[in-house]
């Protein structure tokens, strides 16, 4: 059985909005409407968990769950101070019969059913997957100074995205792994090569941005409005 656990317990500060940039309105519809609703349609999805702030549940149970009707949406369970903690708590609220878990940004809303499918795909041979994209750009590690002390060749750089695709037992017990060595880890992956298990990258989608300031509101609007006029 394969669960998406959707994070939205996060604060949305660099958004800058006042509020939990999750409810912003994209196109007519909340950020975290758009992404859930991708893996309400796809079929590859079983069950939905969504993890919420605590004092915007009554928001989210009406304005997005019931108002577009997402019956695979089984549970919202409370956030933690950090993203890690979060899915933590989503992982503790899945279906007995899951065995397989996808942890996906609600900030994420372009994400797409062909990236959702090439990360089940792949963890067909695999314990772990990410997606992301090779970068377009020249990277440069620094240091404090702002000296450069390395630049990765560019065809070994990618950035990643969500969703990552994980066999449960292997997520639960990094998880598990970080807590015992206070690991705090920026996504699932990295949680994960901590156990010295591989991680393998799929490609994603440049579109598949994260909402995080304001310009990127713009740009997935823009997105959007290609899709309707080009692509359907
Ligand atoms: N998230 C979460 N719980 C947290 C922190 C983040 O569920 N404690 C979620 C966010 O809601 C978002 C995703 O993780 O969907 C990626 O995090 P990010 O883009 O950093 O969102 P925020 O933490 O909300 O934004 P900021 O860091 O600007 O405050
Ligand atoms: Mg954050």
């Not at 409810?23 to 796809?42: D, E, M, T, V």
């Not at 899951?98 to 990236?115: E, F, K, N, Q, W």
């Not at 499918?117 to 963890?123: M, P, Y």
Request: with cysteine.
């Amino acid at each position: 059985m394969n669960t998406a656990i959707i994070l939205a317990a996060g604060r949305g500060t660099r958004m800058n909005a006042g509020r939990n940039k999750q409810y912003l309105i994209l196109k007519n519809k909340p950020i975290l409407a758009h992404s859930i609703g991708i893996f309400q349609k796809c079929n590859l999805i079983d069950e939905i968990i969504v993890v919420i702030n605590q004092d915007e549940e009554a928001n989210c149970r009406i304005n997005v769950i019931e108002k577009y009707q997402f019956n695979k949406v089984k549970k919202l369970v409370p956030g933690g101070d950090e993203r890690q903690h979060s899915v933590y708590n989503g992982l503790m609220h899945v279906n007995s019969e899951c065995d397989i878990v996808l942890v996906h940004d609600g900030a994420r809303p372009l994400v797409t059913h062909d990236v959702i499918e090439r990360c089940l795909n792949e963890l067909r041979s695999c314990e772990a997957v990410s997606c992301g994209m090779p970068i377009k750009d020249t990277v440069k590690i620094i240091d404090e100074n702002r000296n450069v002390r390395v630049t990765p060749m560019r065809d070994s750089v990618w950035i990643t995205q969500t969703p990552q695709a994980f066999k449960l037992e292997i997520l639960l017990k990094a998880h598990n792994h970080a807590l015992e060595e206070k690991i705090i880890c920026t996504d699932d992956a990295m949680l994960v090569e901590q156990l010295g298990i591989n991680v393998r990258m799929v490609e994603g989608d440049y579109e598949n941005i994260k909402i995080t300031t304001p310009d990127d509101l713009i740009m997935a609007e823009s997105i959007l409005n290609y899709k309707r006029k080009f692509r359907k």
